[in-house]
């Protein structure tokens, strides 16, 4: 359970660089350039997090399937993490299978975007509904 939560929180984090890169510009004039910080803002942040929510995936749905550490918040973070992977995937086998011209690979951050909003209500469930012998001191 707790890497579940560990690992979901840094998929979380993983999002911020890639939202305070993309939403501002896209808000302010409907375009988003690939200047010099892509790489640290965007592709740095999509390579860690992507493995990791694959990591909170794969021991979230060991918790949920769980009866004793099933609760909402491991549920909707499992949940949200699941979206993630396979928004990511898809995303993958459409640029690699299917005539493509490269920027089906610029929507890959947005698997990350689109599936930790998820992560982000359950991590808030996390302290008001986790039984309190789960919860960490």
């Not at 640290?40 to 550490?69: D, E, F, K, N, W």
């Not at 995303?91 to 920027?103: H, R, S």
């Not at 808030?124 to 509904?129: L, V």
Request: proline content about 5%; glycine content about 8%.
């Amino acid at each position: 359970m707790k890497l579940l939560r560990v690992a979901s929180i840094v998929s979380v984090l993983c999002t911020v660089p890639i939202l305070l890169f993309v939403v501002p510009p896209l808000l302010v004039s409907g375009v988003v350039e690939a200047s010099g910080s892509v790489e640290y803002m965007v592709v740095l942040p999509t390579l860690i997090g992507l493995p990791s929510a694959l990591t909170a995936s794969i021991v979230g749905t060991a918790c949920v399937l769980q009866r004793r550490t099933r609760t909402v918040a491991s549920v909707l973070m499992t949940i949200g993490q699941w979206s993630t992977i396979v928004l990511g995937a898809a995303i993958v086998m459409w640029a690699l299978n299917f005539g493509t011209t490269g920027w089906e690979l610029l929507a890959l951050p947005s698997a990350l975007i689109g599936g930790q909003i998820l992560v982000v209500v359950g991590l808030s469930f996390w302290r008001s509904t986790a039984p309190a012998v789960l919860q960490e001191r």
